[in-house]
């Protein structure tokens, strides 16, 4: 289909739609039976079976592998089956953690999928984009990526920028009018608008002509190339530590081998107890418990409004020394009001909060009515001038759009006109709003055929175009003393933090050039909106808590000045020495010179998205870790340049969710501080079972270790040593993992970048503690064989068990930063059940006649319990008072 060459009637004709009802649901689904999903095709996602093979491809567990047929060859059929089984068992775990990570990791795909706007049973709503069928009706804006190819049906200043697909970066003009030259290359189809492009100015409506594999980006990209999956700076970190424990761990494990060998022991029994051995110190389960700890704290973000779309993002967070925050929507409800309206000199104040439509006008105290002089001309055109509209959902109106259009909508229907009373006028043209013009202009034309220029803006834009003004007797010219009088109500307003919008009009005529310079000059001032967009309940206490936390919270706005400054004291973030500085101010510095005062400055006002990126370099030059927020297409460059950009899940641009590390579903200020926290757990959950693991390990190879050198025998055999791995260490590391963040974790300083992970006292601890667990393994194995010298299952059975409780009671101590004793070892149900589970399966393979064989092991009394309980909480004991 040549749609480029069609009409709108004729398109609608075709896909059997209209543009002001859009498709029903019957119709939608029976073409996405046709059609299917809106997605392009990606390669074929591994299979389970090919996963789980993977799980055997690490040196160590071929090794393992090996000496097991060796042991099967050589009649050890008890101990080949029971290593085989413990192997397997380890694969099917590795598997399911794969598997959860995997999942985890798709969901987070769907979760930050672009959404389109689209026009169904007469409604608009926004869904995710692979949702879309041919003949829907879409709605596009500035800054959104095109979900699918569209025929253009009403374009308003549209660009669009179609490098993906043509390698030009130029914006291309678009238009709605069909077009008759045949063999058009997509390039040239201009009243086209084509998935995976970018709408770079104004906004349109398209009707759906081709979804997924049909679409221009379908037949270029036939075959996608799966994204390969970045490895974040912790995991390099932690594949780096794993090659040095690997070198170190075979060492030790030659080193024990050659001795046994060199002290008797057959050659043949330390071959595989060495194998158990480095199987069991080197910590191959560490990548993956990583992994399923940074998936598993990603979807507890998910639960508190944040969606992380990249990993790394996660321990930046806790990095974090700087919020620079957007004011509107994040740090206050995003439902502007209008709570003044300032005409002919007077202030008018108006009653009703929110969107809710009942409230009334008043002069002092008096009530007034449309009869009030420009007041209902006023409140038309910013109906006029206005591209939201105002929506019923369960009894209430919610805006579909700005809030700030929407609460001039609000204020017009307060006065009692409705969307009817703009029908007999005809916007011909709109001069989109963009942060650097600060303004929108619509030409609109009456029922009598006159036209007239209707703008809206910031006051101190629009007030150096304006020649005229409106007081009770008529149109006067507006002199300086008129300016002066003006100026003094914005400062008014915005010392009652309230944000200022004027509107202005001027008739013009058909000849008249609609070029944004000429035509938007010479205007007749009407009148100030004084709106106000009250402050979240929840942000000052977020505040506070960044505060304690060593993070500075800076607010960015466009707002005036007074307006911000007045905000930002009603949230206790700006202190009596902070500086706020302005757009104009920002202009005349130079980064260098913003930097040497930017660690005072809490507030940067009438601000352009293009002062952002400035605000981050000055803040990353003086050694800052800099979380920024945006949601228009100009923040985009910011929230790349920032260590953790930070974009709105519902006003956000397509555009800037791509660029931006961390979306806020909710777009709260809130959240922002709550995924902080949850960053900085994260990293915290990661440090603890790393202690927990290689302690462990330290422990398993020092026992082997001290009694080789001692000319003892083996105190563990290999198939213990190989159940210690598993169960022991793999259980209670992963329920660290879940571990809840401790109470000081946000009264805490931001953790330094370049930390290594044995930071803080990390490398001692898992050194001083592995000492003991092996010592204590080794003082109740030669205990009690030097009392049963007859007796070694016995003396293996006590070191074995020794070993494993240590390990237990050790894990308890890796949950604090401080003393074992500074947490309640009942918040973390998940240990608890798993520590209760490695001692149920301690018991099983002691006290079940069929697996003592198996495992070496005999029954043990009373008294061995007491004396194995007393030795084991040594270490954690010793340790247990000191913060080292």
């Known amino acids: 289909m040549k749609w480029y060459q069609m009409d709108v009637d004729r398109v609608e004709q075709k896909l059997h739609v209209t543009t002001n009802r859009g498709l029903s649901a019957k119709k939608v689904d029976e073409r996405r039976k046709q059609f299917g999903l809106n997605v392009l095709e990606t390669e074929k996602n591994t299979s389970k079976w090919l996963i789980f093979l993977k799980q055997f491809q690490d040196f160590m567990v071929l090794v393992l592998l090996a000496a097991t047929l060796i042991a099967g060859l050589l009649g050890e059929y008890v101990d080949a089956i029971a290593i085989m089984v413990i192997v397997l068992v380890n ?5 399911f953690q794969e598997q959860k990570a995997e999942k985890s990791l798709s969901k987070l795909k769907e979760l930050s999928a672009p959404v389109a706007n689209v026009l169904r049973d007469s409604e608009w709503s926004k869904i995710p984009s692979h949702e879309l069928v041919v003949g829907d009706v879409v709605r596009i804006n500035s800054g959104d990526r095109i979900s699918a190819d569209l025929r253009i049906v009403k374009s308003n200043s549209l660009e669009t920028e179609e490098s993906a697909l043509t390698g030009e970066s130029l914006p291309v003009m678009k238009h709605a009018t069909a077009i008759s030259k045949d063999q058009l290359d997509p390039q040239d189809q201009v009243n086209m608008g084509f998935m995976g492009t970018l709408v770079t100015r104004g906004s349109a409506t398209g009707i759906v002509v081709g ?29 780096e530590l794993g090659k040095i424990l690997i070198v170190l761990a075979l060492f030790l494990t030659a080193l024990v081998v050659g001795i046994g060998v060199y002290q008797g022991h057959p050659v043949y029994n330390m071959f595989l107890a ?46 974090a020394s700087v919020i620079c925050s957007d004011k509107t929507g994040t740090m206050t409800e995003n439902q502007m009001t209008v709570k003044e309206v300032y005409i002919n000199g007077q202030y008018l104040y108006v009653s009703g909060d929110g969107y809710d439509i009942r409230g009334d006008y008043f002069l002092n105290k008096t009530k007034v009515d449309r009869a009030y002089p420009h007041l209902e001309s006023m409140l038309l055109y910013g109906m006029l001038c206005n591209n939201s509209s105002l929506q019923v959902k369960k009894g209430k109106y919610l805006v579909d759009g700005d809030p700030t259009e929407g609460a001039l909508l609000v204020a017009a229907r307060k006065m009692g006109l409705s969307p009817t009373d703009d029908e007999q006028y005809k916007v011909i043209k709109e001069i989109p709003f963009d942060s650097d013009r600060k303004r929108m202009s619509v030409i609109v034309e009456d029922e009598n055929k006159r036209r007239f220029i209707i703008t809206k803006g910031a006051p101190d834009v629009l007030l150096p175009r304006s020649s005229f003004f409106l007081d009770d007797s008529g149109r006067k010219l507006l002199r300086a003393e008129d300016k002066k009088g003006i100026d003094e109500a914005i400062n008014k307003m915005a010392e009652k933090a309230l944000r200022t919008i004027a509107i202005g009009m001027k008739p013009i005529s058909k000849n008249d050039s609609i070029d944004p310079i000429s035509i938007e000059k010479d205007l007749t001032f009407i009148g100030l909106y004084g709106m106000m967009d009250p402050p979240r309940k929840e942000v000052k206490t977020a505040i506070k808590e960044c505060k304690e936390a060593g993070i500075k919270t800076v607010m960015i706005t466009g707002d ?44 940067f006002a009438r601000v352009t998205p293009e002062h952002k990126l400035k605000i981050v370099q000055a803040f990353q030059e003086k050694g800052h870790i800099v979380a920024m927020t ?81 000319a003892l025998p083996l105190p563990l055999v290999p198939v213990q040593i190989l159940w210690v791995n598993l169960v022991t260490d793999g259980l209670p590391a992963m329920a660290l993992g879940l571990d809840k963040s401790e109470e000081n974790v946000m009264k805490q300083g931001p953790r330094n970048p370049r930390e290594g992970i044995f930071a803080r006292g990390l490398g001692f601890k898992i050194i001083s503690r592995g000492i003991l667990i092996g010592l204590v393994t080794l003082i109740a194995f030669m205990l009690t064989y030097q009392n049963n010298p007859d007796n070694l299952i016995y003396g293996q059975t006590v070191a074995f068990t020794t070993l494993v409780m240590a390990q237990l009671i050790h894990v308890f101590d890796c949950r604090c930063e401080n003393t074992v004793f500074s947490r309640n070892p009942f918040e973390n149900m998940y240990l608890i059940f798993a520590v209760i589970s490695s001692l149920l399966l301690l018991l099983i393979v002691i006290y079940w ?31 247990g008072f000191t913060k080292k």
């Open 849 to 879: 006649e069929p697996l003592q064989p198996i495992f070496h092991t005999t029954f043990l009394g009373v008294r061995d319990w007491m004396f194995i309980l007393v030795l084991s909480a040594l270490p954690t004991v010793l340790f």
């Open 630 to 710: 945006g949601d228009g297409v100009n923040d985009a460059p910011a929230i790349k340049a920032s260590n953790i950009g930070i974009s709105m899940g519902r006003s956000g641009t397509d555009v800037t969710k791509e660029a931006s590390s961390l979306i806020l579903m909710d777009d709260n200020f809130a959240t922002i501080k709550a995924a902080i926290k949850e960053g900085r757990n994260i990293y915290e959950n990661i440090r603890k079972f790393i202690r927990y693991l290689l302690a462990s390990n330290v422990g398993e190879i020092l026992v082997m270790l001290f009694a080789m050198l001692l």
């Open 211 to 239: 979804t997924g594999m049909n679409t221009v980006m379908g037949q270029i990209a036939s075959l996608m190339v799966k994204t390969k999956k970045s490895v974040t700076p912790l995991e390099y970190k932690l594949a």
């Open 560 to 603: 005036h000045e007074k307006t911000a400054r007045a905000i930002a004291i009603n949230l206790d973030l700006l202190p009596s020495e902070g500086l706020v500085l302005d757009g104009y101010q920002l202009n005349q510095m130079s980064v260098t010179e913003l930097r040497d005062i930017i660690e005072r400055v809490y507030v």
């Open 274 to 319: 060495g194998v158990s051995l480095a199987v069991a110190a080197i910590p191959e389960g560490l990548p993956a418990i990583v992994t399923v700890a940074l998936s598993l704290g990603v979807q507890r973000m998910i639960k508190k409004k944040a969606i992380v779309r990249k990993l790394s993002a996660v321990e930046t967070l806790g990095c």
């Open 91 to 95: 694969g099917f775990i590795g598997f």
